[in-house]
């Protein structure tokens, strides 16, 4: 079976895989960084809410499973010079 390229895979499919990969960041949160009081050394981290920490991960999830593939499927298609 040959490799599968992210490229190559459907939107819906990559949305699926950052919401995924976010709620294992989510499950993180709750079952390691909150409980052993991690976030005293986590700038910007906020308990029981939205934070930076969560903003940066939706964000990097999204550009890396969205916007890179994206770039990478034009810059593929362009012609060269």
């Not at 499919?13 to 499950?27: D, E, G, I, S, Y």
């Not at 976030?39 to 916007?67: K, N, S, T």
Request: with cysteine.
């Amino acid at each position: 079976m040959p490799a599968l390229n992210l490229r190559r895979l459907p939107l819906a499919v990559r949305l699926a895989c950052a919401a995924a990969l976010f709620a294992a960041w989510m499950l993180a949160e709750k079952i390691v960084i909150e409980p052993f009081e991690l976030y005293r050394f986590m700038p910007f981290y906020r308990v029981e809410g939205v934070c930076a920490w969560d903003i940066g991960v939706a964000l990097l999830l999204l550009g890396g499973f969205v916007v890179a593939p994206m770039r990478l499927r034009r810059t593929a298609n362009s012609p060269t010079s």
